[in-house]
């Protein structure tokens, strides 16, 4: 694999990585499958007769690189939502019913300033129900600065599903063939080589 020229590829998104990438060429040892344009997932319609068709039947090698690409997809859409969740979700009911409390509270207020009522306990429900909203409100303001959101290291994660399936396969099937599938480092290709 080269680096081709051009900007930083340190810090280019894995498409722009894929894009700027010269693969290695496919031999009758050693077939790759490229990563398709986004970058998650490898490209369909890769099966070349001259090459592969004394090893696997086409049917065979397209369901396992459309399911290495499935495998890929899913993780990639797990990671968005996993992205998009408000992980302080949990606790918007306990705002709302602070927010509710403390109007509760001005409601007290307001009868203790116009009423005809007990003004000293009427005043010590309106503080306590006061003090309680502000508990509850700060209970939620520290649950929600002490949390830390745990992603999904996604390249690391398609690489190990994507392992234990290739390898799954190469057991099942490929390996009977005099062949195994293979990963590589950066999941830029597969490529399916002869052992």
């Known amino acids: 694999m080269k680096k081709v020229k051009g900007g930083d590829f340190n810090f280019a998104s894995r498409a722009q990585k894929i894009d700027k990438l010269e693969f290695p ?8 499958v490229k990563a398709n344009k986004d970058g ?30 499935r495998i890929c997809r899913n993780l990639w ?26 109007l ?17 306990a009427l005043l010590y429900v309106a503080v306590s129900i006061l003090c309680f ?5 700060l209970i939620v303001v ?6 830390e959101p745990q992603f999904m290291d996604l390249e690391k994660v398609q690489m190990n599903k994507v392992t234990e399936y290739l390898n799954n396969q190469n057991s099942q099937i490929y390996q009977t063939k005099g062949y195994k599938w293979q990963v590589e480092p950066n999941l830029y290709w597969i490529e399916l080589v002869s052992i």
């Open 25 to 32: 060429q496919s031999t009758e040892e050693r077939f790759i």
């Open 142 to 147: 520290a649950k929600t600065w002490s949390l």
């Open 40 to 69: 998650v997932g490898f490209q369909w319609k890769t099966y070349d007769e001259k090459l592969l068709a004394r090893i696997i039947d086409k049917q065979t090698f397209d369901n396992t690189v459309a399911e290495a690409t």
């Open 133 to 137: 909203a502000a508990l509850l409100t």
């Open 77 to 102: 859409r797990e990671k968005q939502r996993e992205e998009h969740k408000d992980p302080t979700k949990a606790y918007q009911p306990l705002l709302y019913v602070s927010v509710f409390l403390i």
């Open 104 to 120: 509760l509270a001005f409601v007290f207020l307001l009868v203790l300033i116009y009423g005809n009522r007990d003004k000293l």
